[in-house]
Nanobody, 123 residues
Framework: QVQLVESGGGSVQAGGSLRLSCGVAGYIPRQYSMAWFRQAPGKEREGVAGISWSSFSTDYVDSVKGRFTITKDNAKNTLYLQMNSLKPEDTAMYYC????????????????WGQGTQVTVSS
């Protein structure tokens, strides 16, 4: 059984930084892409950043380009999201996803999801 566990969320003031982590427990029998999604109250879930198995390909939603960086450590089975220059509109529950089944990194269907970690940015 595969489990994804996010950590690193919290409350920060605008302009601050946070680093999210997502650990993958269990065995996924293939090279898998991963991504971070977020969902704010009353809004649809959106893909924030995605990364391929080799880390060769990454993608970001326009609103976070230049501020967020996604990385992964395959040896540690861990995904990261470094978030800098945070804005109040970044406030959301952040979820990590693993094992892209179809579609693109930010809009595709993933096999596994974490429970989420809350990020709150105050002005």
């Amino acid at each position: 059984q595969v489990q994804l566990v996010e950590s690193g969320g919290g409350s920060v003031q605008a302009g601050g930084s946070l680093r999210l982590s997502c650990g993958v427990a269990g065995y996924i029998p293939r090279q898998y892409s991963m991504a971070w999604f977020r969902q704010a109250p009353g809004k649809e879930r959106e893909g924030v950043a995605g990364i391929s198995w080799s880390s060769f390909s990454t993608d970001y939603v326009d609103s976070v380009k230049g501020r967020f960086t996604i990385t992964k450590d395959n040896a540690k089975n861990t995904l990261y999201l470094q978030m800098n220059s945070l804005k109040p509109e970044d406030t959301a529950m952040y979820y990590c996803a693993a094992d892209l089944l179809s579609g693109t990194l930010l809009r595709g269907q993933y096999n596994y999801w974490g429970q989420g970690t809350q990020v709150t940015v105050s002005s």
